[in-house]
């Protein structure tokens, strides 16, 4: 079945470290979509790719980071920058940028900072 | 402004209909979505309306669009225990960007 697989769940950081989460998907989309979502705040836009090899700054990118190099994956580090980490990843995907079908969502990773 | 509004809030009695309400902010917006998040879990898609449409019905789902005040709604029609959840709306600006409004707490008591 196609998805996006967003691991781990649930994902412990002391402070002052860098830490990775990892989005994947098997739907052959060309972009995807890192959101950060905090209680009553909605979903905010990190990052966003629109091909393979590119990607751009969102609404609330610094102390974050991604890449894109395979069509695939999408990872997000979270660095020491980030000074309020402690927040719910969502990942997501679309066929295309500008495509009408909307985006298919990940399940999220949970990021506590200890 | 910039933000898509929604209420935080709504509780229904099982059976009764649901009407969750969103407003937006870009009248060139040619999409616009309902998403639904269980507990936990990531956004669902549920159903979506293009901007020339003033009504969709899906099962019990209904959305009307007022394009003039830029609101949209979802109704849910006999509202059980699983449709407990966040809902968001979201708008497709031009460019492709989609923009969420806050979400809506939908508890339904038996």
């Known amino acids: 079945d196609g998805g996006i697989t967003q691991s781990p769940k649930y994902l412990f950081r002391k402070e002052g470290q860098n830490v990775t989460l990892s989005c994947e998907q098997n739907?052959?989309?060309?972009?995807m979509y890192w959101y950060r979502q905090d209680p009553g705040q909605g979903l905010r836009l990190i990052y966003y790719?629109?091909?393979?090899?590119?990607?751009q700054k969102g609404d609330i990118a610094e102390g974050y980071s991604v890449s894109r190099e395979k069509k695939e994956s999408f990872p997000l580090t979270v660095t020491s920058a980030q000074k309020n980490p402690t927040a719910f990843y969502l990942c997501?995907?679309?066929?295309?940028?500008?495509?009408?079908?909307?985006?298919?969502f990940g399940s999220g990773t949970r990021l506590t900072v200890v | 402004g910039e933000d898509v509004e929604q209420s935080l809030f709504l509780s229904v009695r099982e059976g009764d209909s649901s009407v969750i309400n969103c407003t937006y902010t870009?009248?060139?917006?040619?999409?616009l979505y309902w998403y639904k998040q269980e507990p936990g879990a990531g956004l669902q898609l549920l159903t979506y309306?293009?901007?020339?449409?003033d009504m969709k019905q899906d099962q019990r789902l209904t959305v009307l669009l007022n394009k003039k005040d830029k609101h949209l709604s979802l109704r849910i029609a006999d509202t059980q225990t699983g449709d407990s959840a966040i809902y968001f709306c979201?708008?497709?600006?031009?460019?492709?960007?989609?923009?969420f409004g806050q979400g809506t707490e939908l508890s339904v008591k038996p």
């Open positions: 309306i293009f901007s020339n449409m």
């Open positions: 790719s629109q091909i393979v090899n590119d990607f």
């Open positions: 979201a708008e497709r600006r031009q460019g492709g960007k989609l923009i």
């Open positions: 997501a995907s679309s066929i295309t940028w500008d495509t009408n079908y909307g985006y298919t």
């Open positions: 739907l052959n989309h060309d972009a």
């Open positions: 870009d009248s060139s917006s040619t999409y």
